[in-house]
């Protein structure tokens, strides 16, 4: 059995070199003439790809010269298409325009390639067209030695696909891996790994052995993916990693982007108890010297993010907690566990959901917290539009004693910072709406007054200053009920005039839009 193999490469072998050197002729008798300096080389790279080998060649003084003649559009001109052809024996001066043109009557011609001479600045010879469709090919391959172009017969054949090397081959593979996981495909994810894999472990290609990085994207696939169980596939892959590690393969070891990106995948279905685990075994493994692992400000958002989508008891409490962790940390000098804008509105949005008494209040703690934190070492904690909207939203889901008067508060600092210029806080339609349903469920006195006057400075910011906002149907209705509720002189007849303010309103809108 040995024997014969060994005698069929020899043979092999001996193929390889007999067509070498008939190339080899062919290079050195095209040379020769001045219209075609660099067909020849370009041929014998061809000749050997039809056999599939190019082991004798890059082993010879004869793949040197080509290498350092060819550019990379040599073999395909850099063209995708496959239904190239590969257009030799053209004249120096003749133009792109002009092959276009010569071949488009046999087609759709998608694409002309003319590959130039860096040191003339003429054309090299030979140029790439491409078809949108094999029969066009066809038709173009036909016209070879039958056109002419300033007195030379032009040459078509079929453009040969240059092969790929050890490390395109592998960029491409890395490329698909990272874009199928960026749209959350893991099966495609899984097929390129299985691939690189066996590649590494059968076929003797070390350089293709998947890593970290690539097994981090596999799990962030999980991640936004949304199918079901996928925080759990995602978890299986990094403890595959973690076990892969204590047996000693260290290309495999989980840094702080695996463990992060499985806390990603369990805050997307609100699971913040085993989001938190996860975190303090980072904690743990980074105490034991693991200096990968250690948790980062992106690490613990996640975990308050997790925390604040779910629906568990005392779920904000946590949510608080790992923020004053993460404070009083950052205050001790770690740097890497800041809180920004994203930990602190995370925490508002677990106080606005929860039900517990006295989760607006807090609301309101932590967003004045978010400005003297921002305001004196962290500028990245400012409030933003986010930030203001969430402790509104809490102040109307809790219903809480003068929620209406806190509510407008805020917004009147909304628009004293924008009128200073902070294009962060520029309140909208939904804010004033938001204000106004607070008010209108309030049982303080003159409310419904002041939802009107909200309405009214709608209006007038509407035509003058704001164009982002217009009041809606929502914000007539809710003013409407805000006075059908009211139990003040007059209330009727004042929902009466804001049902008419809105028809009018309503008709001026289709007016507008019919002259624009």
């Known amino acids: 059995m040995l024997y014969a193999i060994i005698l069929l490469f020899l043979t092999a072998r001996l193929v390889e070199s007999i067509l070498l050197s008939s190339a080899f002729s062919k290079s050195v008798r095209v040379h020769d003439t001045q219209s075609t300096t660099f067909l020849g080389l370009a041929d014998v790279k061809n000749s050997i790809l039809e056999f599939g080998s190019l082991s004798t060649l890059a082993e010879g003084k004869i793949s040197n010269h080509i290498d350092s003649e060819k550019s990379k559009e040599v073999e395909t001109g850099g063209v995708k298409n496959s239904f190239t052809a590969y257009i030799y024996n053209l004249p120096k001066k003749i133009q792109k325009k002009q092959l276009y043109e010569l071949f488009c009557k046999s087609g759709n011609v998608s694409k002309v390639v003319m590959p130039i001479d860096r040191t003339t600045g003429l054309p090299r010879g030979f140029a790439f067209v491409s078809m949108s469709t094999l029969l066009e090919l066809e038709r173009i391959i036909a016209l070879s030695n039958k056109?002419?172009?300033?007195?030379?017969?032009?040459?078509?054949?079929?453009?040969?696909?240059?092969?790929?090397?050890?490390e395109e081959e592998k960029s491409n593979l890395v490329k698909s891996l990272f874009a199928s996981a960026k749209v959350g495909d893991t099966d495609r994810v899984k097929a390129i790994l299985e691939t690189m894999t066996y590649q590494f472990t059968h076929e003797g290609k070390p350089w293709m052995k998947p890593k970290t990085k690539l097994y981090n994207a596999y799990i962030n696939a999980w991640a936004t993916s949304?199918?079901?169980?996928?925080?759990?596939?995602?978890?299986?892959?990094?403890?595959?990693?973690?076990?892969?590690?204590?047996?000693?393969?260290?290309?495999?070891?989980?840094?702080?982007?695996?463990?992060?990106?499985?806390?990603h995948a369990y805050a997307k279905c609100g699971a913040g108890e085993r989001a938190e685990e996860l975190l303090r075994l980072m904690e743990k493994m980074h105490k034991q010297g693991n200096k990968d692992v250690k948790p980062d400000s992106t690490t613990y958002?996640?975990?308050?993010?997790?925390?604040?989508?779910?629906?568990?008891?005392?779920?904000?409490?946590?949510?608080?907690?790992?923020?004053?962790?993460?404070?009083?940390?950052f205050e001790n000098g770690d740097k890497d566990v800041s809180p920004c804008s994203v930990s602190f509105n995370s925490v508002l949005n677990a106080l606005s959901k929860s039900n517990e008494k006295g989760s607006a209040k807090k609301a309101e703690n932590i967003l004045?917290?978010?400005?003297?934190?921002?305001k004196r070492t962290n500028k990245n904690a400012k409030p933003n539009i986010i930030s203001y909207n969430t402790v509104i939203n809490a102040l109307s889901n809790a219903g809480e004693k003068n929620s209406g008067q806190r509510a407008e508060k805020i917004l009147q600092k909304m628009e004293i910072l924008h009128k200073n210029n902070d294009n962060d806080v520029v309140p909208d339609t939904k804010i004033y709406n938001n204000v106004i349903k607070i008010l209108a469920r309030s049982n303080e006195k003159g409310s419904a007054k002041r939802a009107e006057n909200l309405l009214r400075k709608m209006f007038y910011l509407s035509k003058y200053e704001y164009s982002n906002i217009n009041p809606n149907t929502i914000s007539f209705t809710t003013v409407i009920n805000a006075w059908m509720k009211s139990d003040e002189k007059g209330a009727l007849l004042k929902a009466k005039k804001v049902s008419q303010m809105m028809e009018k309103y309503r008709r001026n809108q289709i007016i507008k839009r019919n002259r624009s």
Do not use: C
């Open 301 to 329: 958002n996640a975990v308050i993010n997790a925390w604040a989508k779910s629906n568990e008891r005392g779920a904000a409490v946590r949510a608080e907690d790992l923020l004053k962790e993460m404070y009083a940390m």
């Open 368 to 374: 004045q917290w978010m400005e003297h934190h921002s």
């Open 226 to 263: 949304g199918q079901k169980d996928s925080a759990l596939k995602a978890e299986e892959i990094l403890r595959m990693m973690t076990d892969s590690s204590i047996k000693g393969d260290i290309d495999l070891n989980p840094d702080k982007i695996s463990f992060t990106s499985v806390i």
């Open 147 to 166: 056109i002419e172009a300033s007195g030379h017969k032009i040459l078509v054949k079929i453009a040969k696909a240059r092969r790929q090397t050890a």
